[in-house]
């Protein structure tokens, strides 16, 4: 099963989190871009049901990532796939727990059993990078991007380029 054969619909206010577990998955970079799709729900109300449709069509199931109970967005989803005789599967609460704040511990848990009953469990955990490693690999991508002579600004560079040879920098 490819990873376009499942999506995650989530809240956004659960966006930086989802995206930091799929990045400790392997499943999604530093920079946002992720290997499953997603569709972020940035309001929860009025839902959309073509959107939905639309996100859900052609994949064999979703997670929704929806904080608190009842399952409101669950619920609204299902219908709506339903009305379109969409036979997406939708897994909501399933691996993840009906009540409590979704942490990143939380949301990676329950990424890990979605991922793993759709066989797209990756073999080992990325480990987190410390912001040194982070932007040595951005200033690698822009230089890849931009050519060689190409600089991440880390706001302490410029002045420093604009003293030029007078040795001062601050």
Same mark, same amino acid.
């Given at each position: 099963?490819?990873?376009?054969?499942?999506?995650?619909?989530?809240?956004?206010?659960? @966006?930086? *989190?989802?995206?930091?577990? %799929?990045?400790?998955?392997? %499943?999604?970079?530093?920079?946002? #871009?992720?290997?499953?799709?997603?569709?972020?729900?940035? !309001?929860? @109300?009025?839902?959309?049901?073509?959107?939905?449709?639309?996100?859900?069509?052609?994949?064999?199931?979703? %997670?929704?990532?929806? /904080?608190?109970?009842? #399952?409101?967005?669950?619920?609204?989803?299902?219908?709506?796939?339903?009305?379109?005789?969409?036979? *997406?599967?939708?897994?909501?609460?399933?691996?993840?727990?009906?009540?409590?704040? @979704? *942490?990143?511990?939380? !949301?990676?848990?329950?990424?890990?059993?979605?991922?793993?009953?759709?066989?797209?469990?990756?073999?080992?955990?990325?480990?987190? %990078?410390?912001?040194?490693?982070?932007?040595?690999?951005?200033?690698? !991508?822009?230089?890849? /991007?931009?050519?060689?002579?190409?600089?991440?600004?880390?706001?302490?560079?410029?002045?420093?380029?604009?003293?030029?040879?007078?040795?001062?920098?601050?």
């Amino acid at each position: 099963m490819a990873a376009a054969d499942i999506g995650i619909v989530l809240q956004g206010g659960l @966006y930086n *989190t989802v995206l930091r577990a %799929l990045e400790r998955l392997g %499943l999604a970079d530093v920079f946002g #871009e992720s290997k499953i799709p997603l569709y972020v729900l940035n !309001v929860t @109300y009025p839902l959309v049901p073509d959107e939905f449709t639309r996100f859900a069509q052609g994949k064999k199931a979703i %997670l929704i990532i929806e /904080e608190g109970q009842p #399952e409101f967005i669950e619920q609204a989803a299902s219908l709506f796939l339903r009305q379109a005789d969409v036979q *997406t599967r939708i897994v909501g609460k399933g691996p993840l727990p009906m009540a409590g704040e @979704y *942490t990143g511990a939380v !949301v990676i848990a329950g990424l890990r059993k979605f991922l793993a009953e759709f066989g797209q469990l990756p073999a080992a955990d990325i480990p987190l %990078l410390p912001a040194a490693m982070l932007a040595r690999k951005a200033d690698q !991508v822009l230089m890849a /991007e931009n050519g060689a002579g190409a600089q991440h600004d880390d706001g302490f560079a410029g002045p420093k380029k604009r003293l030029g040879d007078r040795g001062k920098q601050f």
